[in-house]
């Protein structure tokens, strides 16, 4: 038995600590064997000999009391394929009272990655009472963290090594390398997670709201632009034209609301009436308008030839000698 563990450990327990490799034997192959067995056995062939570092003194947070007080969301970029496929991060969603988890991978951590896991989030459990994000800029701007920051950190990091040991080493074990795999593997690694890992909270009691009827909650999670009308009926938005094609009888929109969701579709609004556009490939110059006066400043002076009769023409010497006589009295003066 103890050549067969060891032979399994090393095909496909290999790094495992001998807790979790433990539970793997036991899930997998029907092996039962305990803990401190197996880390002596792994130690005498020389496949194990890690130690636990004393963490000193730490100052703890207190939890908070009820199921959904406190989502602390954080997200986790880690080598999560261990180069079988593209780095993604895991956007999670950690009960503070409870430490239950819910999670979900993503290609980047950003502003629609975040409105995507909490719609999911939402729709799953209810809203929760607060959110608690870290430093990265698309939740706040960057400023030295609080302590309250550092003690929710510390929390938030304890499971992310947790996930960044066991849920690596799950995935590896099932050969999973691309996104898609691993958000459905989640939908069973979760609960498994959970039922080992949570705590039960201080009160019973569930402080996740529903959400109210008659609330949107798309046209609350996406992005939201406004955008001035030009005379031919056209916005600009993200360097692309869009054309409005028909607006509701009575109203002459000057500005109006552009809606990306999170889907990535648009929606063009005015004071809670959706627009029909299109998209425009080219857009033609718009034409301005110029007042009268700007149009006679534009237009060139006219300059006669030199054998132009008006250039020919001689006054009267009277008339002339009258005009002479103007000029010098002028001058005196």
């Given at each position: 038995?103890?050549d067969?563990?060891?032979?399994?450990y090393?095909d496909k327990?290999?790094g495992?600590?001998?807790?979790f490799?433990t539970?793997k034997l036991?899930?997998r192959?029907?092996?039962?064997?305990?803990r401190?067995?197996l880390?002596q056995?792994?130690k005498?062939?020389?496949l194990?000999?890690?130690h636990?570092?004393?963490?000193?003194?730490?100052k703890?947070r207190p939890?908070?009391?009820?199921?959904?007080?406190?989502?602390i969301?954080?997200?986790?970029?880690?080598?999560?394929?261990?180069?079988?496929g593209p780095?993604?991060?895991l956007?999670?969603?950690?009960d503070?009272?409870?430490s239950?988890?819910?999670g979900?991978?993503?290609?980047?951590?950003?502003?629609?990655?975040?409105m995507?896991?909490f719609?999911r989030y939402?729709k799953?459990y209810?809203?929760?009472?607060?959110?608690?994000t870290d430093?990265?800029?698309?939740y706040?701007s960057?400023?030295?963290?609080?302590?309250e920051?550092?003690?929710?950190?510390g929390?938030v990091?304890?499971?992310f090594n947790?996930?960044?040991d066991r849920?690596v080493?799950e995935m590896?074990l099932?050969?999973?390398?691309?996104k898609?795999?691993a958000?459905?593997?989640?939908?069973?690694?979760l609960?498994?997670?959970n039922?080992r890992?949570?705590?039960?909270?201080f009160?019973?009691?569930n402080a996740h709201?529903?959400?109210?009827?008659?609330?949107d909650?798309d046209?609350?999670?996406c992005?939201?632009?406004?955008r001035?009308?030009?005379?031919?009926?056209t916005?600009?938005?993200n360097n692309?034209f869009y054309?409005?094609t028909?607006?509701?009888g009575?109203?002459?929109?000057?500005?109006?609301w552009?809606?990306e969701?999170v889907?990535g579709?648009k929606?063009i609004s005015?004071k809670?009436?959706?627009?029909?556009f299109k998209e425009?490939?080219?857009?033609?110059?718009?034409?301005?308008?110029?007042s009268k006066?700007k149009?006679?400043?534009?237009?060139?002076?006219?300059i006669?030839?030199?054998d132009?009769?008006w250039?020919s023409?001689?006054?009267?010497?009277?008339v002339?000698?009258?005009r002479?006589?103007?000029k010098?009295?002028?001058?005196k003066?």
């Amino acid at each position: 038995m103890k050549d067969r563990v060891i032979s399994l450990y090393k095909d496909k327990y290999n790094g495992f600590g001998p807790t979790f490799a433990t539970e793997k034997l036991l899930e997998r192959d029907k092996i039962q064997v305990s803990r401190e067995t197996l880390r002596q056995w792994l130690k005498e062939k020389g496949l194990w000999d890690r130690h636990r570092k004393s963490r000193g003194h730490q100052k703890n947070r207190p939890r908070k009391e009820c199921y959904g007080d406190m989502v602390i969301l954080n997200g986790s970029h880690h080598d999560w394929f261990e180069g079988r496929g593209p780095k993604l991060v895991l956007m999670a969603y950690i009960d503070d009272a409870t430490s239950k988890l819910y999670g979900r991978f993503y290609d980047y951590e950003g502003t629609i990655p975040a409105m995507d896991s909490f719609k999911r989030y939402i729709k799953k459990y209810g809203i929760p009472q607060s959110i608690y994000t870290d430093r990265h800029t698309t939740y706040k701007s960057p400023k030295k963290a609080t302590i309250e920051d550092e003690l929710a950190k510390g929390r938030v990091e304890r499971v992310f090594n947790t996930l960044q040991d066991r849920l690596v080493k799950e995935m590896r074990l099932r050969n999973i390398k691309t996104k898609d795999e691993a958000n459905r593997y989640l939908r069973y690694y979760l609960p498994e997670h959970n039922k080992r890992f949570t705590v039960p909270p201080f009160n019973r009691s569930n402080a996740h709201r529903r959400i109210p009827e008659g609330i949107d909650i798309d046209t609350i999670l996406c992005i939201r632009e406004k955008r001035t009308i030009r005379r031919d009926w056209t916005i600009r938005y993200n360097n692309r034209f869009y054309q409005i094609t028909k607006v509701p009888g009575g109203l002459k929109p000057k500005y109006v609301w552009v809606e990306e969701r999170v889907n990535g579709k648009k929606f063009i609004s005015y004071k809670g009436f959706y627009l029909s556009f299109k998209e425009i490939e080219v857009r033609l110059p718009e034409k301005k308008r110029v007042s009268k006066r700007k149009r006679v400043a534009l237009k060139k002076k006219y300059i006669p030839p030199k054998d132009h009769p008006w250039r020919s023409f001689k006054l009267p010497s009277a008339v002339m000698k009258e005009r002479n006589r103007q000029k010098k009295e002028v001058q005196k003066r």
